[in-house]
């Protein structure tokens, strides 16, 4: 253990490295825990795909294991991080801001690679801990959207041109909806993990809505929308805010940076920040879409990007649908291949949540003339 609270820049030793730390965090805790002392390191955080730990050290590290089954080239992901991650250090530095707070610092091994194989086969990376700021798991007050949206507007902004050629496709049609639609078809088609029968309304109401698949890829296919670079998965805890001002600090979860649509992010954003409540919300009584939420994102997204084409204004709202839908097509998916992708902690995790989010999917529907008409009030066009 004290190896690990040695941990510096660039004197990470193999050795270090080479304990399991997920056995590690199961097995220590569970004694040190009887001797009142805390462990050094330690899960942390709610993402649903890596495994995360805090390394408390002076200053503290994030660790990482990234996901092989989600990111089955994960070389490639640190590729782009560290590329996007570089990148960013210089436009900070050149806008007078703090490189080491406003971006990911990755910390290097050794042999200077961005990340360290273990001997199992499975890649660990460690970034530097962002102190004294807060990536929330559920929205507390609609002033966090507004934060929230600026931050990934900006974040947009100074990769406008970051060289999209050099940036892999960590997953390959992340958000292409129409593939989405026939994978979503293929697992029903599959059941695997013999679920199917009691599903039967979520499965209808995904069928129910293949038009609406091919509206964005539709659109950047024929260029009525730009390709940009984007971030893709914008939950509100993949953004730090400061713990005082409250003001956008970092985005972080920088794995599926690529080319893609600015409606991703937006809608992606507001399908977990516009909801009134958890994600995965058994009672469905309260989960609706909040409009007030929605304005306080709108207005700051639009602010940090004036850029915005008419066309990318006018499917805004239709982009919250979407990604609200995708997401919850995908939650089902994965509910009937048996919960391969996902992290679950019970086992109809993945209904419950595909619950709320076709919940929303309905109530945004509902909503869209309103929504649509205060985009247009937030834009003056
Ligand atoms: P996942 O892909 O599993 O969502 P994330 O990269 O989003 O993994 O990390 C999970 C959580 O860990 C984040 O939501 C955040 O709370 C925390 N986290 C990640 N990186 C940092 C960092 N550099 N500093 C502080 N907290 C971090
Ligand atoms: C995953 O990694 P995390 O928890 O920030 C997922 C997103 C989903 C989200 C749903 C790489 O995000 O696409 O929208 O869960 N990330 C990946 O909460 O699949
Ligand atoms: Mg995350």
């Known amino acids: 253990m004290s190896s690990v609270r040695k941990t510096e820049i660039l004197r990470i030793r193999e050795d270090d490295y080479r304990k399991d730390f997920s056995e590690m965090d199961s097995k220590f805790n569970e004694i040190l825990k009887h001797f009142a002392i805390e462990l050094e390191l330690s899960s942390y955080g709610n993402g649903h795909i890596n495994d995360t730990y805090i390394v408390h050290s002076k200053p503290d590290y994030i660790l990482q294991r990234i996901n092989k089954n989600v990111f089955t080239n994960p070389p490639a992901v640190m590729e782009n991080i560290q590329g996007v991650t570089e990148f960013l250090r210089k436009k900070i530095e050149e806008a007078g801001g703090n490189p080491e707070r406003e971006t990911l610092n990755l910390i290097y091994t050794v042999d200077g690679k961005p990340y360290y194989q273990h001997t199992d086969g499975e890649y660990y990376r460690m970034y530097k801990f962002i102190d004294h700021a807060i990536s929330y798991d559920a929205v507390e007050n609609p002033m966090q959207l507004y934060h929230a949206a600026k931050a990934f507007g900006k974040f947009q902004n100074m990769l406008a041109d970051y060289p999209a050629e050099k940036l892999h496709e960590t997953i390959v049609n992340f958000h292409n909806t129409k593939v989405r639609f026939d994978n979503f078809k293929k697992a029903v088609e599959d059941n695997l993990a013999g679920r199917r029968d009691e599903v039967a309304e979520e499965i209808q109401f995904v069928l129910d809505r ?13 260029g009525s929308i730009p390709l940009r670079v984007t971030h893709n998965d914008t939950k509100l805890n993949n953004v730090m805010l400061d713990e005082k001002t409250g003001e956008g600090v970092c985005v972080i979860d ?17 399908r977990f920040g516009g909801s009134s409540g958890a994600e995965d919300e058994k009672d469905l009584s309260k989960i609706w879409f909040d409009v007030e939420k929605f304005e306080a994102f709108t207005r700051g997204f639009i602010e940090a990007l004036p850029s915005i084409t008419d066309k990318e204004l006018e499917l805004l709202p239709f982009s919250i649908k979407l990604m609200t839908f995708e997401c919850g097509s995908r939650f ?50």
């Open 210 to 222: 293949e038009a609406d698949c091919s509206v964005i890829v539709d659109a950047l296919a024929d």
């Open 254 to 270: 920088l794995d599926t940076v690529m080319p893609g649509s600015l409606l991703y992010d937006y809608g992606d954003a507001l």
């Open 332 to 381: 089902l998916a994965d509910y009937l291949n048996g919960d391969t992708y996902f992290k679950t902690h019970y086992p109809t995790h993945n209904l419950d949540r595909c619950r709320t989010q076709f919940k929303l999917v309905a109530d945004i529907e509902a909503k869209m003339d309103e929504l649509n008409a205060i985009v247009h009030k937030i834009a003056g066009r």
